[in-house]
């Protein structure tokens, strides 16, 4: 049975995704197939390149340095001029996630059965935007009529995780043969979908998202981000699982940018996954 993934957008907090993944891995699941948004891109890239949950977990703690970088731009954009579409160009960024990545491409991923997609939005449209490294999918599993995919094997991972983590008015548009594109939480913070269209026959689908518990949200960045998780939430509530697995490891309460949680944000999640494991491989078994 092919399994797939779906990560979604969460900032720090995208390191549950890796502490979920390492106690599904010491359960003998293995996905083949990984689609991720925004910071969930970043998890779904590493994973498929090959490496381990807690070996992704220690590169994607160089996320850090992306969010210093961002708040940085965000600060400096308070006092100078800055530029309407974002405040900072993505530059920087760009180059840490292509050390993160070590530079590999869409056709470096670890095996040739192994299935990954980004999402991104196209700007111009609003269209949601699927790059992947397979030129087949199934449109008819897909919960949007509208919709691109991009097939793509000799290119840099960087640039495309770039455009899917890119929160409008904070980060500057990527642009991908002379598109530009921004956040895929705007069109798809939970890309299980993706994964069904890639050929899954189960999908795990890790939301990061709001879980009924509350919180202060504070300063410019965070609340950018917090409003597309807001806005996103409906989208992801009208989705359709299919014969999916939806977990929420119930984190709402670490704010997005909450660097200094980013271990705790992994170990929830491993303990979220180890305390629902039964009922998570009886799905699998169903």
Known sequence: MKVGVAFSGGGIRGAAHLGIMQ?????????????????????????????????????????????????FHILKG???????????????????????????????????????????????????????????????????????WYPLFEKNLSGFVRASCSIPGVYLPYEVNGEEYVDGGITN?????????????????IDLGYSGKTREVGGIMEIL????????????DDHDYQSGIYLNPEIYDIGS?????????YIRGYEYAKANMEVILSKLRD
């Open 23 to 71: 106690a599904l891995h010491e359960n003998g699941v293995v996905p083949s197939i990984y689609t991720g948004t925004s910071s969930g891109s970043i998890a779904a890239v590493l994973l498929a390149l090959g490496y381990t949950p807690i070996e992704a977990f220690e590169k994607f703690k160089k996320v850090r340095s992306i969010i210093d970088i961002a708040y």
């Open 78 to 148: 308070l006092v100078t001029p800055s530029k309407i579409k974002g405040i900072a160009k993505g530059k920087k960024l760009h180059r840490v996630l292509d050390d993160v990545f070590d530079g590999r491409q869409f056709s470096h991923v670890c095996d040739k059965d192994v299935k990954l997609a980004v999402i991104a939005t196209r700007i111009l449209t609003g269209e949601q935007t699927i790059f992947a490294n397979s030129d087949i999918l199934d449109p008819s599993k897909i919960n949007d009529d509208h919709f691109r």
């Open 189 to 205: 913070n939970l890309p299980s979908d993706i994964a069904y269209a890639l050929g899954a026959e189960k999908v795990i689908a």
């Open 225 to 236: 981000s917090q409003s597309i998780y807001v806005m996103v939430e409906s989208i992801i």
């Open 257 to 265: 940018l909450e660097i200094s949680k980013t271990n705790e944000c």
